[in-house]
């Protein structure tokens, strides 16, 4: 289990990296809130949000490549899998924190342990580091109820940097 690590491409990726995406959106609905969330994280995720969201990850990479990073384990049958992704926001979002955006990463469940993780980590952090930010700093919001992950960014030497609210829009 040594996955490469490599900018994401649509054409070999596109399918796996879209099933990593589904298992992260549903452990959010599913880990860290009730049934009313993880029913809003499933009811999101139709074959529209497929094409839109894969649009706007291709839209990041045209900006910088390595917006997407994939970790990629070769298979028995000559082809290859998608284990884990990292995806930080381009450049020109930066001013959405006035730091890079660390959107999401996620790792598949047989592969949490062995590094893959640290080496996304390592790839978002040299690509924020690259960046021209008004303030030298990766952000991401996580749940307070994902307590694995909180170690992880601990580990990594992230530290609270306010707190994230949010309003649903439907009475707005």
């Known amino acids: 289990m040594t996955p490469e690590l490599r900018p994401y491409d649509r054409e070999r990726d596109a399918d796996g990296l879209y099933e990593l995406k589904r298992a992260f ?45 994939v970790a990629v384990e070769e298979t028995d049958d000559s082809g290859s899998e998608v284990v884990g992704y990292v995806f930080v ?37 040299a690509l924020a580091a690259d960046q021209d930010l008004p303030l030298d700093r990766l952000v991401l919001d996580v749940d307070p109820a994902n307590e694995r992950a909180k170690g992880f960014y601990d580990r990594h030497g992230f530290e609270r940097w306010g707190e994230m609210v949010a309003r649903p829009l439907d009475d707005a």
């Open 89 to 125: 926001l381009p450049e020109r979002t930066a001013m959405i924190w006035d730091a890079a955006v660390l959107n999401e990463i996620y790792v598949a469940p047989d592969y949490r342990g062995t590094g893959v993780a640290d080496d996304l980590i390592d790839a978002a952090l």
């Open 25 to 69: 959106e549903r452990s959010l609905g599913e880990n860290t809130g009730g049934d009313e969330k993880a029913a809003a994280y499933e009811g999101k995720l139709t074959d529209a949000y497929r094409e839109r969201w894969l649009d706007w990850v291709d839209r990041c990479v045209d900006d910088d490549e390595r917006c997407v990073t």
